[in-house]
């Protein structure tokens, strides 16, 4: 593996620090054997799933569940699992790049691997007593015993510390008796192992325990949800009328039941981004098939701008989130790595490493389900009339994809969560946002500097546009914090506001610096389309941060500290002209020539 | 048993072909290289006939350049136990059979499998070879094997019908597609991978009996004419005149 000489920074440091292009890890870093994975993984889905995709749309639950079965098999289920434990003990990025793929084809395969490997190991894996791990990790790493994870409640879902269940220590001290109702429970009609918070007496937080449902009584199951989407995918409501669970079989500490499902969520929240990922590049391959083939007015569709247009546009949503994604994931494997040789348990180095990147972690499962959205919605028009048929694929993929914005947390919950923690993190010493938000204020008294000789290199120009950005957040976030001070929360639409334009940040960083080491591998030339997608999202960045700026200034400036905070967002907000249709027709181009996505 | 099994390196089936400008070389830049898909079958074949037997031992053997050891190293991880690369640029068929037969000849191996053919020069000729060098008798495009003792039961798809044939061990067997599915390496496959010998040799022959003079991209296939119900004299002219098969 890649030892690291390199420059890690802080989780949330982003915003008031520069990193460098080798800093950062990007897909076409993996090595070979982590490529020999993905392959394999591609294999795995082209004869077991691709060949059934109709079925997906059926309620074929059984299909999911050998699916599942099967892959466990082929050890996709426990990828990062430690190897003592049964599993492959890959690092982070590894678990990704399996998850992106086995992902892509259909939200229903996806969310039960997800809910089994993410929230439905974790607990275990992270929180487990030695003899918990003992008796459930290896039969959860290789699919013996799939899992379930029950957090969710009728009264409690974003709120998900208010859930009313109840444990209720028995007489004799050995059990706990678990009452209650959780919903929503994916995975639910054919798991063996049950994880659920339930909250002890009156303790201010829930409470995990884990449990094999053979092993109790007073536990039954609705019948299957109605979903939008996600057909095959079994989501039920799970009764618990006073389940008996040992005491030992408690995750963590009582009352730490809150703690586990937030730290469990990071996880879930970016590995969701990959599921994303890969849905978006075979959506956008789909589409770029169908532009290929569909002809109206004697000529291809994907000979049309408008057409060319939506194209170029998707790549360059699927591109930036890929480029944010791994390198966030490679900051938190490089972190979980650091703390290891640190000295760290296993489960603390992975809980530790991760937490430090939650802030990432928010950003990428709103980037990433926001540009899955917007390529299923295009994928959908490209098709015409037969994107709403449910005889071709973006009727189904449209779909699926609207879940991504709901669970791992709302979107809305995400983007307040991204300002909370970096707020907290100033607030905690860890991260120095004053400093530079002073120094931005400071600077909007100064004269702007004309002077400067431009600077021509790769990539220059961008940067200059990313640090101006920057600036933008920390100006408006500045000011924020100084207006409302403890009543930000009260202030959700500028809480929004904000973490807009701190997610335009981490992903147009992550798009310039990923294509600017690519291109140090491959050639600039080789790079081209990649650049102009940099630079297409770069001007679609600076846009939201435009407008997402100006609101929030509009909502607590008035007089002449807004006209001059309306002044400095502008010059932070600026960019060159750009011809973006000549841009966008010649990655477009790329596409259409590839009859794919062909930047992963 | 003691199983060689003959890998290519072939370009991806998707592979937009292209050549030099003088036509003589292949353009490799930018392409995927993959192991040839009937070598895929010969090596789960010969994996499926040591699980049958109960134990055994898998060779790769791969005559090429270091780029293809990638997938060499696949070999491995779908389950073969070692594998060799006799390093040299290979220049045609007898080049590559003459390698693999000076390594296998003394090293006891009760089978060798390779493809049918490669897909990219689809020469189909190694398997012939190596029973001519070997002196081992070589059966070409099997459909099934299953051995017995010291005797292999084999069946070969011929015009308009099947044939069944014994032969003594060792041999010569080359692959086609309904012998067996492939296999795709599972992770912890992926994982062993790494700690199997992938041994490098010198060429030893070093004989090739051809070489390519010049490559031709086929003619651009001509897009589709439709005609309506109705014309029928229009699609005889045009049968007779343009496409030129009546
Ligand atoms: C298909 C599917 C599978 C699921 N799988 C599981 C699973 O396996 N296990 C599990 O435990 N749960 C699961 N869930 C539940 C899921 O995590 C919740 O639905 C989600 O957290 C949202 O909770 P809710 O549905 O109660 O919505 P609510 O919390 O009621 O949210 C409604 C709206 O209000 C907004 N909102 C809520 N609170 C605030 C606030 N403080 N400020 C501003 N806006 C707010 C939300 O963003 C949203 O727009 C699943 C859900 C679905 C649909």
């Given amino acids: 593996m890649e030892t690291t000489t390199k420059k890690q920074l802080r989780g949330g440091e982003f915003l008031v620090k520069e990193t460098t292009a080798a800093n950062i890890f990007i897909r076409e870093d993996f090595s070979e054997e982590q490529l020999m994975m993905f392959e394999a993984t591609k294999d795995f889905m082209k004869t077991e799933v691709f060949p059934h995709l109709p079925r997906f749309e059926k309620g074929d639950y059984a299909l999911v569940e050998s699916l599942m079965k099967k892959a466990g098999e082929m050890g996709l289920l426990g990828i990062s699992v430690p190897q003592n434990y049964g599993g492959m003990g890959m690092g982070f990025n590894t678990s990704m790049l399996i998850c992106e793929e086995i992902s892509s084809m259909t939200g229903s395969l996806a969310t039960a691997f997800g809910a089994h490997t993410g929230i439905g190991t974790l607990p275990i894996q992270y929180y487990g007593s030695e003899a918990i791990r003992e008796k459930y990790l290896a039969k959860v790493a290789s699919g013996e015993w799939i899992a379930c994870y029950n957090l969710t409640e009728p009264d409690a879902g974003s709120d998900a510390n208010s859930g ?230 973006m009727e189904a993929a449209y779909r699926d994809a609207r879940i991504s914005r709901i669970y791992e947390g709302t979107n809305e919950i ?98 310039i610096l990923k294509t600017e080491k690519l291109a140090g ?36 400036a008035e007089g002449d500290e807004q006209r001059m905070m309306l002044l400095g967002l502008k010059r932070f907000t600026k960019v060159a002209p750009e011809n973006l249709k000549n841009i966008r027709r010649s990655i477009a181009a790329k596409l259409l020539d590839a009859n794919q996505y062909p930047f992963a | 048993m003691k199983i060689l099994v003959c890998i290519s390196n072939v370009p991806d089936t998707t592979t937009k072909i292209t050549f030099s400008s003088d036509n003589k070389e292949f353009n490799k830049a930018g392409v995927q290289y993959i192991i040839n898909p009937y070598d895929e079958l010969a090596l789960t074949k010969a994996l499926e006939l040591n699980e049958a037997a109960g134990g055994g031992t898998v060779t790769a053997i791969h005559v090429g350049q270091a780029d293809a050891e990638p997938n060499l190293r696949k070999a491995l991880a779908v389950g073969a136990d070692d594998a060799v690369r006799i390093d040299a640029a290979p220049i045609d068929g007898f080049f590559v059979a003459s390698e693999i037969a000076h390594y296998a000849k003394d090293k006891g191996f009760d089978l060798i499998l390779c493809g049918r053919e490669s897909i990219d020069y689809n020469g189909g000729m190694v398997a012939g070879m190596l029973g001519e060098l070997l002196d081992w008798p070589s059966v070409n495009v099997i459909t099934s094997i299953s051995i017995n003792g010291g005797e292999a039961h084999l069946e070969r798809d011929i015009d308009g019908g099947r044939e069944v044939l014994t032969a003594k061990l060792p041999f010569v067997g ?12 599972n992770m912890r496959g992926i994982m062993m991978a790494r700690s199997k010998p992938l041994q490098v040799l010198p060429v030893a022959a070093n004989t090739a009996h051809t070489q390519v003079a010049t490559y031709a991209a086929p003619a651009p296939k001509a897009g589709c004419k439709f005609l309506e119900p109705t014309q029928v004299e229009e699609l005889v002219h045009l049968l007779h005149t343009e496409a030129k098969v009546i």
């Fill in chain 1, 414 to 511: 995400n983007r307040m969560l991204t300002v909370d923690m970096l707020l907290r993190k100033a607030m905690k010493g860890e991260l120095d946002l004053i400093g530079p938000a002073m120094k931005v204020a400071q600077e909007l008294m100064d004269i702007p500097d004309f002077g400067a000789e431009e600077d021509t290199s790769y990539l220059a120009q961008e940067k200059k546009v990313l640090a101006n950005l920057k600036k933008a957040t920390l100006m408006v976030a500045g000011a924020a914090v100084q207006k409302f001070q403890t009543k930000l929360a009260d202030e959700q639409e500028v809480l929004m506001s904000l973490a807009d334009m701190t997610i335009q940040v981490y992903a147009l960083e992550s798009a």
């Fill in chain 1, 521 to 556: 591998k491959i050639g600039e030339e080789a790079c081209k389309e990649r650049y102009e997608m940099t630079v297409n999202f770069l001007h679609k960045a600076a846009e939201i941060c435009n407008k997402a700026g100006k609101e929030a200034i509009y909502a607590f």
């Fill in chain 1, 164 to 393: 009313k269940t109840k444990a209720v220590l028995t007489p004799d001290g050995k059990h706990y008796e678990i009452t209650g109702q959780k919903i929503w429970i994916s995975n639910a009609g054919f798991a063996d192992v049950f994880i659920v918070f339930a909250r002890i007496e009156d303790d201010k937080n829930i409470t995990g325990f884990v449990f094999h449902k053979d092993e109790v009584t007073g536990l039954s199951l609705n019948e299957e949800e109605h979903k939008l989407g996600l057909k095959s995918s079994s989501t039920r409501q799970v009764f618990y009328d006073k389940v008996k669970v040992p005491v030992e079989n408690m995750l963590g500490e009582r009352d730490g039941g809150f703690k586990i499902a937030v730290n469990v969520l990071n996880a879930g929240r970016i590995k969701l981004g990959a599921a994303v990922v890969g849905a978006a590049f075979k959506v956008i391959g789909f589409a770029v098939q169908y532009a290929n083939e569909r002809k109206q007015f004697g000529k291809t569709i994907g000979t049309f701008g408008a057409i060319q247009q939506k194209i170029a546009d998707m790549a360059t949503m699927a591109y930036v989130a890929d480029a944010a994604l791994y390198r966030a994931g490679q900051d938190i494997e490089d972190n979980q790595n650091r703390l290891l040789a640190a000295g760290k348990p296993e489960a603390e180095a992975k809980l530790k490493g991760i937490e430090e990147y939650a802030v990432e972690c928010a950003i990428i499962k709103v980037l990433a389900s926001e540009a899955m959205a917007f390529v299923a919605d295009e994928g959908v028009q490209i098709y015409g009339g037969m994107g709403y048929s449910a005889d071709a694929p």
């Fill in chain 2, 174 to 185: 080359s692959c086609q597609k309904e012998l067996t599915e492939p296999r795709i390496p």
